[in-house]
């Protein structure tokens, strides 16, 4: 498929505009687990993402991780373009989670097009809106959810990105996506195995009672 | 000062945008305490605060607050009219922390013109980029800074707006800003006392050494 078939507001571009995107569109292939933005480095410009899986998490000073969003097929990323808003006062590391086929729109030429395109800069809001929606989940999950919660509910949407039970990841990897320590995770996981939730083994947390994991989530 | 003066964009719009937010606009007084929208009340409308305070918090099912950002003369509400954009996906309920007066602007109306008016649309995100900074910097506070940082901060912020050392508030009041419980609030304020930080009496907590708390905060 085409960029101009996975842009959303393409048909409402002239031509102008256009042609401006499509001579500064850089295409990148990236393999899992390269870092692609990180708040420090000089504006990355938007991405698009073709195919593949991108996380967004912030770091704290010691290094400890929390996921903030997740971005798959035909998803946009915004604030790897945030030198192109100054109210965006925040820094996000944006790292490829699978091997990831991506576009990437500079962000002065986006910034430029949505300054005098109306539905441009509508599509940005409904965009920055539903990333405003994501965190603002994040924060209730934080707020009010005990973390066996969030574990369970991590674990079952792994499962479904993933297609399987079997899922390949370290407690490290876990505790990063959460805001967690290692430590931690591992004392829940092996709580959950107690119960017959999950069954663990090196690298990899096999989900045996996905019922059981549900009910804890939405109790 | 007139709401021309008060509207950011006002001189990009049209004679017709004008006529049509100057004909839908309301004028509202509120007392201290109101509520003036609630995540399940209709779509109250755009909020700018001419003078007073409001501050905007999410509430769990158990009742627990916590605020998500403030807002003073000349700011504007966005969330307040959220069904003005399908993406924002979640529910914010705004308060006025002291007497306020504001206008309020009927989403519908905003909502037209800014499909229309790239400046709109524009100013839009960039009010949005604010409250998602502010936001960012709540992910952080709550994720790695301690309580007894956050709770400094907060009495040194509210000296700030206040503009006196001696805070009319009550524990509860505290704990509900931080997401937080009274108890917990009384058992680090007591603390802060034994300290010699502050001084406590009843309904009032007054600022005895306001570099220690700073130095607290920034530890």
Known sequence: MSFESFFPVWDKLNTIQRNRILSGLITRQVKKGTVIHNGSMDCTGLLLVKSGQLRAYILSEEGREITIYRLFDMDMCLFSASCMMRSIQFEVTIEAEKD????????????????????????????????????????????????????????????????????????????????????????????????DMVKLSRGTVTILDEKKLEALQDA
Do not use: C
């Not at 994040?138 to 079997?166: C, G, H, P, Y």
């Open 100 to 195: 990831t086929e991506l576009w990437v729109i500079p962000a002065e030429i986006y910034k430029t097009i949505m300054e005098e395109s109306a539905p441009v800069a509508n599509y940005t809001n409904e965009l920055m809106a539903t990333r405003f929606s994501d965190v603002m989940w994040l924060i209730e999950q934080i707020m009010w959810k005990s973390l066996d919660k969030r574990v369970a509910a991590f674990l079952l949407e792994e499962a479904s990105i993933e297609e399987t039970n079997e899922l390949k990841i370290t407690h490290e990897t876990i505790a990063n996506h959460l805001g967690s320590h290692r430590e931690v995770i591992t004392r829940m996981l092996r709580y959950f195995q107690s119960e």
